[in-house]
């Protein structure tokens, strides 16, 4: 298979899409005053549904991060409460694509919990989870929900493995161990059947989750992979990365022969992480420069030239994360295709930018907006782990998205069980990520000994009152 190397030779080809434009939001709605993380870790830290905005924020001791209604912008005030029950830095969060109110959020303390919001948002902080998850021996990178069940998550941690969790038990129930190094980013295909990861060792792998088999793997020497994402059901893979130059650089993938790429493109001389997203709806690929203000997009045919340029957003304000609406979140009647969110950290702010698809017509634009996975589950959490696949459950657009989802997450009753891997129990044993950890891991041991010194004092004065009081009445038979 050729390489083809793509120019920027303008294509003069009819799209319906060829003149979407972005279109960031007035003053008032976006949202001021939060003060997000400084973290360099590669992640978005901000995480949106059509009900809520979280945004991983800076904090003095442990992990934290904001949540707030997406009709609540304006200023936020400064003691606005918080999720704030990670021992170390959050790494990542992200909703659960079913259930509203449910956020999974993964830290440095090596946990991984699901938290549960109220209606309406947080009136005070919140530091109980309904579920603490401990598995991983280190620190959690990057977490994932299944995109047709809503009991099963993905976690992965910088101890080289993905944990899957079946949330009904709460118990982790499958562990993937290909990787050699830190991997960097997940990706499912449609259904969830596959799973496409990127990793510091420099490997783009296509595996069978469940079994934890490696379908494809392609060893990327002039494409440094840093993220992967599935172009919904055109057996496609498309990765960010950097070329031998140090440019940056796209390529596509057939994603049953990683045997080599496509096609691949250079984008630009900067060093900023692309992250890519891609609108299944619209066969729309949105590349956002992390450190840059830029998102450029692109149409995706299934033959040549595959990737058409269509525009690009530019905006002076860089950005660090960028996090995106669902399709049920978004405005129909404005022909709103896709909404992101982007932190500015600098200025405390997070700005929301929609694309729009300009047209005249009033009425429901049933071109740009095909039926589109919903907020209905396709399948149980116990059916995908004996094997079921099944596409996700279909909704249309057309009447505007009023039917809240039925679901509630209940949380399974823990018995006090344990986690063994390598014959270490990590429940007993999750070992301290920080010095400042270890101290207050240390005291904590210190004042437990003391306290049990004072226990066994007392009820050694206890037994010898009790072996005084059974001398007297043996020796005084007068009182038997």
Not at 195 to 203: V, W
Not at 450 to 471: A, G, Y
Request: charged share 25%; hydrophobic share 35%; net charge neutral.
């Amino acid at each position: 298979m050729t390489v083809t190397k793509m120019s920027w030779r303008p294509t003069y080809r009819s799209s319906k899409f060829r003149n979407v434009y972005g279109k960031v939001a007035n003053r008032e709605h976006c949202f001021d005053g939060i003060p997000i993380t400084k973290n360099v870790h590669d992640n978005h830290f901000c995480a949106v549904n059509a009900k809520f905005l979280a945004i991983v924020t800076e904090s003095a001791g442990g992990g934290s991060f904001i949540v707030i209604p997406v009709s609540q912008s304006g200023r936020i005030e400064p003691h606005y409460p918080k999720v704030c029950g990670h021992q170390g830095n959050v790494l990542d969060i992200k909703w659960n694509p079913f259930i509203d109110n449910i956020i999974a959020s993964c830290s440095e303390d090596s946990s991984v919990r699901i938290w549960e919001i109220p209606e309406g948002g947080l009136r005070r902080n919140m530091t109980e989870a309904v579920l603490e998850l401990y598995g991983h021996s280190r620190r959690v990178g990057l977490i994932e929900w299944h995109p047709t069940t809503s009991g099963i998550l993905f976690s992965a941690g910088y101890d080289y493995k993905i944990l899957i969790w079946n949330l009904e038990i709460g118990e982790p129930v499958k562990m993937i161990d290909c990787h050699s190094d830190v991997i960097l980013c997940m990706s499912f295909n449609t259904d969830g059947s596959l799973l496409a990861t990127s990793c510091k060792d420099k490997k783009l792998r296509v595996i069978e989750p469940r079994s934890g088999r490696v379908l494809q793997e392609a060893n990327c020497k002039n494409h440094k992979v840093n993220r992967v994402v599935f172009l919904g059901n055109m057996k496609r893979l498309l990765t960010t990365g950097v070329s031998r130059w140090n440019t940056r650089q796209i390529a596509l993938w057939d994603q049953e022969d990683l045997s080599m790429p496509i096609v691949e493109e250079e984008i630009d001389g900067l060093s900023g992480l692309l992250f890519p997203f891609y609108d299944p709806d619209t066969h729309m690929l949105y590349l956002a420069g992390k450190g840059d203000g830029n998102i450029r997009y692109y149409e995706i045919t299934s033959e040549k030239p595959y990737l058409m340029y269509l525009m690009e957003f530019r905006s002076p304000a860089p950005q660090k994360g960028l996090g995106v609406m669902p399709k049920h979140g978004l405005d129909v009647a404005a022909c709103e295709v896709f909404r992101f969110y982007k932190l500015v950290t600098l200025k405390g702010l997070v700005e929301p930018i929609s694309m729009i698809v300009p047209r005249r017509s009033e009425t429901y634009q049933e071109d740009i907006y095909p039926m589109t996975a919903g907020t209905e589950p396709a399948i149980s959490a116990d059916e995908w782990l004996s094997g079921i696949n099944r596409d996700p459950v279909l909704m249309s657009l057309k009447e505007g998205y009023s039917r809240p989802s039925q679901l509630v997450f209940k949380a399974p009753v823990k018995e006090k069980k344990s986690v063994v891997v390598n014959g270490i129990d990590l429940l007993e044993n999750v070992p301290p990520r920080t010095e400042n950890e270890l101290l207050r891991m240390f005291f904590r041991q210190q004042d437990e000994l003391r306290r049990l010194k004072e226990e066994l004092t007392q009820k050694d004065v206890k037994i010898r009152q009790l072996e005084l009081e059974l001398n007297n009445l043996r020796n005084n038979p007068n009182n038997i």
